[in-house]
């Protein structure tokens, strides 16, 4: 359903409203008419809209106060005055009040259609950077590598490092889930770059029929359905960053165009006949071994040591299980803002699922899991029940040998209590009372070793 501009005409005169109603809606406007300053208040409290034509003499107060008034009530509204030339003067001072134009009394309809027209393009586009702004925003949040695990300590300083780099291409390499976006979202906001464009082409979801001109561009005439020339991705992305997902699906006979583009920089659209300089940053990912791809001949040896001249490994999450607790209350907390709700965390017991879980899906499937317990959440915690029903029943032994004479007593075998006491007691003496080192290789938190540390009188 097309969704048609709200317009308000605020003027005394019925005549000239009705007048510009009529002019209006055949420009297939929605159009509300009110005489006084008082009426356009009240219409404007209850409903928002997208233009107001404001008449600077009314019946009941002076255009610029209700113009103050409308401000108060909405900051971004798109006000155009309209006012006789004796009050040229009183119309600029209303500009700086905060109407976006005037118009001279009498006009001519062709002035009034232009100037509105400008008017709402203007606010159609406010609101596109307004929009792109929040994505940035969101994207420069979720840029930030979290994680205390030595691995994303290595991870956030290779980032650190390549971001001061002028184009150095990168290889982002780890299984799915894995945050590899995160990554070039890190590495694109820590550059110089970071005021130009982003742009993330996913190589397995653009047909191949489409990927070359996605990329590259095409001229009118190119093919069938080029009825115009047309800039490619990485040409849009001029002074930026390209983020090409999925590299290692990219088709053998496009790799070879790729190739060319990253050794001189230039590029040639489908059906041209001249190169353009392009100054963008590369970045690709994969969730593949992109060597082994290479060994099998799908993937250009050439073009592969090309795009690794900096590479960047990201470990599944369940190996780097430390850094669980920080991901959980991040995701918690992002859930909570957008759904109006107050969660304060997990409690130990979920906290301990969450820890014993493989996650196969990585990051990814933790921020699915944390959105949905979120949701079902109904105190200030999440405690088990609110958790998927695998992450329950996947609560794995820790790989006790029962033969051990720690896990079995003079009666058989020992209760789950003294099992896990002695395994407890185990890794911390090897690992020399470090609380830290124990409690990743036992895959919880410090908070949660220490409670059982207290639980089991266990003096470290």
């Not at 976006?100 to 159609?124: C, G, H, Q, S, W």
């Not at 790989?399 to 720690?406: F, H, T």
């Amino acid at each position: 359903m097309e969704i048609r501009p709200n317009i308000l005409i605020v003027d005394d005169d019925k005549v000239m409203c009705n007048t510009l109603a009529d002019v209006l809606k055949k420009m297939s406007y929605e159009v509300t008419t009110v005489q006084t300053g008082e009426d356009a208040l009240n219409p404007l409290r209850e409903g928002i809209f997208d233009l107001i034509l404001l008449d600077m003499i009314l019946p009941d107060m002076n255009g610029l106060d209700v113009l103050k008034k409308i401000r108060e009530i909405d900051s971004d509204s798109f006000v155009i005055m309209m006012t006789a030339y004796a009050d040229v003067q009183t119309a600029v001072t209303a500009i700086k009040a905060g109407a976006y134009d005037y118009i001279n009394k009498p006009f001519e309809i062709d002035e009034l259609r232009l100037t509105i027209k400008k008017a709402l393009e203007t606010k159609e586009l406010k609101g596109e950077v307004l929009r792109l702004r929040s994505k940035h925003k969101d994207e420069k949040e979720d840029g930030e590598i979290r994680g205390i695990s030595p691995q994303m300590d290595v991870v956030r300083e290779l980032i650190s490092l390549v971001g001061k780099t002028p184009r150095t291409p990168v290889l982002v390499q780890g299984e799915s889930g894995t945050g590899k976006e995160l990554v070039a979202n890190a590495i694109h906001y820590q550059s110089r770059r970071q005021q130009r464009p982003l742009i993330k082409i996913n190589c397995s979801a653009i047909p191949d029929a489409l990927l070359e001109s996605e990329l590259f561009g095409h001229e009118k005439g190119a093919f069938t359905d080029a009825k115009e020339s047309r800039p490619g991705l990485i040409e849009l992305a001029n002074g930026g960053t390209v983020f090409l997902d999925e590299i290692s699906e990219m088709k053998p006979i496009l790799q070879p165009k790729l190739l060319r583009f990253l050794e001189t920089y230039t590029l040639r659209r489908v059906g041209g006949k001249r190169d353009i300089k392009v100054d963008v940053r590369v970045i690709a990912s994969t969730n593949r071994d992109l060597a082994q791809v290479v060994e099998k001949g799908e993937f250009r040896k050439d073009l592969y040591y090309r795009i690794k001249v900096m590479v960047i490994e990201l470990p599944p999450l369940s190996d780097r299980k430390e850094d669980i607790p920080i991901l959980t209350d991040c995701f918690i907390e992002k859930s909570g803002k957008e759904m109006g709700k107050e969660i304060k965390g997990v409690n130990p017991q979920a906290l301990d699922l969450l820890l014993a879980y493989s996650w196969p899906g990585n990051v990814r499937e933790l921020k699915n899991v944390m959105e949905r317990a979120t949701i079902l959440a109904k105190g200030d915690f999440i405690v088990p029940e609110d958790l998927p029903l695998e992450l329950r029943k996947d609560i794995r032994g820790l790989g006790i040998a029962a033969s051990d004479e720690k896990w079995t007593g003079k009666d058989g075998l020992l209760p789950l209590a003294e099992v896990e006491r002695n395994y407890i007691l185990k890794v911390l003496q090897e690992k020399g009372g470090n609380k830290s080192k124990t409690a990743r290789i036992l895959g919880v938190s410090r908070s949660t070793l220490r409670e059982k540390l207290n639980r089991y009188r266990i003096n470290s």
